[in-house]
Each structure stands twice: as C-alpha cells, then as structure tokens.
C-alpha cells in the first residue's frame, strides 16, 4: 500500500468519530441552507422537508457526540477529511446545480437519498479499510445505520411518488421573485 493509500485510511476511533461528526454537521447546514431556500420561494413542502432532515442531522450529530463521551477528538482541516468527494457526503456536491427552487417533494427525498447513499458508501469503506479494528467495527456499525435511513428514505419516496402521481395541478406554484 503506498503511503498516499495509507494517509487516506481512517486510523483511530477518535478520528472516525471527527468524521462522523463533521458529516452531520454539514448534513445538518446544507438541509438548513435549502429549507432557507425553498421558504424563500414560498416551495413550502419541500422546505419542511428539509427542515425536517436538518433536525435528524442535528440528532445524528447528537449521538455521535455522546458516542464520542469524552473522547478527544483530533481537528482536522477541512482539506484532510478522507472522503473521495470534495465534500462531507451528506452535505453539498456537484449535483446541487440540479437543486430548483420549483423542485417537487420527490426531487428533495432523491437528493437526501443520494447523499445517505454517499454516507453509507463512505462508512462501508471505513469498515473495510480502517486501520483500528474498533473503528472498523464502529463503522460497520454506523454503516448499518445508514442503511436503515436509505431503507426508510426509498419508502417515502415510494410513497411521494404515489402521492404526486394523484396530486391536483399547483394552480399558485412556487415563484421566482423578480
């Protein structure tokens, strides 16, 4: 394994839960910053929605601190986390140019899929690759987790779609102001 390998390896507990809670948070900001969005765009159902999954953020981010007790955690910069994309997985990315301010309730559950899809991956990875076997076995746990929030996620969207399919027109949709 070359020693770029290795610097992109969970090492510790301490260090995974760093991660863990750096995803939640940025989870927690993106969710808050779209709510804020689509509240401005008076686009009401999708910003509950993502006032919604803020608050689960903030709730993940609870538990992982209280996992963490008094664990002191490294400060890692924010160019050293070790996911492969730019950003904390749960958080923004590259296909938020596809977020609309007109975007249906559907397109906001696809959106938190794909970024709980993203945590799952960036946990399955620790658990394959970390160097603790605590933190590999912690992540594996954690995985899990994840998981079970894309196994909850693809139900509402399953249900959503089945709800728009039936929905009447939107005779006053969201706007943009001028």
Same mark, same amino acid.
């Given at each position: 394994?070359?020693?770029?390998?290795?610097?992109?390896?969970?090492?510790?507990?301490?260090? +995974?839960?760093?991660?863990? +809670?750096?995803?939640?948070?940025?989870?927690? %900001?993106?969710?808050?910053?779209?709510?804020?969005?689509? #509240?401005?765009?008076? $686009? =009401?159902?999708?910003?509950?929605?993502?006032?919604?999954?803020?608050?689960?953020?903030?709730?993940?981010? %609870?538990?992982? @601190?209280? &996992?963490?007790?008094?664990? /002191?955690?490294?400060?890692?910069?924010?160019?050293?986390?070790?996911?492969?994309?730019? $950003?904390?997985?749960?958080?923004?990315?590259?296909?938020?140019?596809?977020?609309?301010?007109?975007?249906? =309730?559907?397109?906001?559950?696809?959106?938190? *899929?794909? $970024?709980?899809?993203?945590?799952?991956?960036?946990? !399955?990875?620790?658990? @394959?690759?970390?160097?603790?076997?605590?933190? &590999?076995?912690?992540?594996?746990?954690?995985? =899990?987790?994840? &998981? !079970?929030?894309? %196994?909850? +996620?693809? %139900?509402?969207?399953?249900? !959503?779609? &089945?709800? /728009?399919? $039936? @929905?009447? !027109?939107? *005779?006053?949709?969201? #706007?943009?102001?001028?």
């Amino acid at each position: 394994m070359s020693s770029s390998e290795q610097a992109s390896i969970i090492q510790s507990v301490a260090e +995974l839960l760093a991660h863990a +809670l750096e995803l939640e948070y940025a989870s927690q %900001a993106h969710y808050e910053q779209l709510a804020d969005s689509m #509240h401005v765009h008076h $686009n =009401t159902d999708v910003a509950d929605l993502f006032r919604r999954l803020a608050v689960l953020s903030a709730e993940h981010a %609870a538990a992982v @601190a209280y &996992r963490a007790g008094d664990t /002191e955690l490294p400060r890692i910069p924010p160019w050293a986390f070790k996911w492969e994309c730019p $950003n904390a997985p749960e958080g923004s990315d590259c296909l938020d140019p596809a977020i609309s301010y007109a975007m249906s =309730t559907a397109q906001a559950i696809e959106l938190a *899929l794909h $970024n709980e899809r993203r945590g799952h991956v960036f946990y !399955e990875q620790v658990a @394959a690759s970390a160097t603790d076997t605590d933190a &590999r076995e912690l992540a594996a746990e954690m995985a =899990t987790e994840e &998981r !079970e929030h894309v %196994a909850m +996620l693809e %139900a509402l969207l399953v249900s !959503e779609r &089945r709800r /728009e399919d $039936n @929905a009447p !027109e939107d *005779l006053d949709p969201p #706007h943009m102001p001028d």
